[in-house]
């Protein structure tokens, strides 16, 4: 059927997706006071998804029937995943200490258990949210949030193609995860404004984190270096490649499940597009233990970052912001789902008696991943800013799992 939209040549599409992107940083990064304060409000992230979902909502782009959404699913998001956990060192987080990782997999079991505990409260209040096996159901909208509180838009983007998530939900999914996601980013930079009297008042021993800060400023000086041609081939190399060996893999091991293991359907093991992610996600990892761990040094990470907003941006195409209008039932879910977080963060660092620098950045490097979690670590100090980058790297590379069991609990407990 022939769209009625305004535009529907991808190229047109694809490029004024560039534009938005461009202006939301230009403005985003202006010295100017009016923009200054108004992303203090508002966060880019938010507007990078917004603005594209209005151009799908009053017509002017047809989302649903755009070639650039699989395109970008198929290709962008496993080489974002690559290069987003080439970085990953195990051995500078475990230097780091044990309360300071105790603490970051604290966050990501609040987050896993915090999700279908609060489904249950709000089903007792509203019954309706609970059942549902077509594609806008609760549960599978929460394993967006999963993906996204403990990796970040990646795995956010790698939950709603398994988990075959609706559009609708989607989009009031995205309004909870990222106001909800703000609101207690705010509370931890309160904490890191006050955290001597925090410290002080639990009796928290602080002298590790002069360690740290000496032993990541002495890591960035060895890895810094300007970027050259041949290292960005590389690392289009590296992204691309790894992608293809993923749609190899998928292509082999789905279909292998789907004729011999079929009561593996259950789980999303015989869909292509699950085994693209993880294979992507394990082969990055796995990269992490070699040579190719140092393309982090010309910016890596950056080029996946920016694959994130891309695939943001898409996926704002794709969306009616109309269903924003459903979202209060969300919220609480949302609010009751982040108070189990924070909760279980707050008692297990206060049993430790570990700074609030501990609890902050490991909290923020599952919900907010690398986009965030170095503001709340340079919050207590400049230097520390890559050990909040360190972690949410981590995150990354645990968030396609762990949401993954996230989501498979939250399918249990709406089949009920």
Not at 248 to 270: C, E, Q, R, T
Request: glycine content about 10%; overall charge neutral; proline content about 4%.
């Amino acid at each position: 059927m022939e769209s009625s939209a305004l535009i529907t040549n991808d190229g047109i599409i694809f490029g004024l997706l560039a534009v938005i992107l461009g202006l939301i940083f230009y403005t985003q990064t202006s010295s100017n006071s009016f923009w200054q304060k108004f992303y203090k409000w508002v966060p880019a992230l938010l507007l990078c998804y917004f603005i594209p979902s209005l151009l799908n909502t009053f017509g002017v782009v047809d989302g649903a029937n755009t070639g650039i959404y699989p395109l970008v699913m198929d290709y962008l998001l496993p080489a974002c995943l690559v290069l987003l956990t080439l970085s990953l060192d195990l051995k500078a987080i475990l230097r780091l200490g044990p309360k300071l990782l105790i603490l970051f997999l604290t966050g990501t079991v609040g987050i896993v258990i915090g999700g279908p505990i609060a489904l249950l409260i709000v089903s007792a209040i509203f019954p309706e949210m609970l059942g549902g096996a077509g594609p806008d159901a609760v549960w599978r909208g929460m394993t967006t949030i999963a993906g996204s509180w403990i990796g970040g838009g990646a795995n956010q983007a790698a939950m709603k193609e398994v988990y075959e998530v609706g559009g609708e939900i989607f989009s009031a999914m995205v309004t909870v995860d990222i106001i909800v996601a703000n609101l207690w980013m705010a509370v931890l930079l309160y904490m890191a404004a006050n955290n001597k009297a925090i410290d002080k008042r639990i009796g928290a021993d602080t002298s590790a984190i002069e360690a740290i800060k000496q032993r990541m400023e002495q890591y960035e000086a060895e890895h810094r270096r300007e970027s050259k041609l041949p290292d960005l081939m590389f690392i289009v190399a590296v992204a691309f490649g790894v992608t293809g060996l993923s749609h190899w893999g998928a292509d082999v091991i789905a279909p292998y499940i789907a004729d011999n293991v079929p009561a593996l359907k259950d789980f999303s093991l015989d869909k292509k597009f699950f085994w693209l992610i993880v294979i992507a996600t394990t082969v990055g990892v796995a990269l992490s233990f070699t040579p190719a761990r140092k393309l982090e040094g010309v910016g890596a990470s950056k080029y996946g970052s920016m694959f994130v907003y891309i695939l943001v941006a898409t996926i704002g195409l794709h969306m009616d912001v109309t269903a924003i209008v459903d979202v209060p039932k969300y919220f609480l879910i949302g609010a009751i789902w982040m108070i189990i977080h924070a909760s279980l963060m707050l008692i297990v660092a206060r049993l430790l008696k570990a700074p609030v620098f501990y609890m902050a950045v490991g909290s923020q490097a599952n919900v907010g991943g690398a986009a965030s979690a170095p503001v709340v670590a340079s919050a207590f100090h400049p230097s520390l800013a890559p050990v909040g980058v360190l972690l949410a790297v981590f995150g990354y590379a645990l968030g396609t799992y762990m949401a993954y069991i996230c989501g498979q609990i939250l399918r249990v407990i709406a089949a009920g």
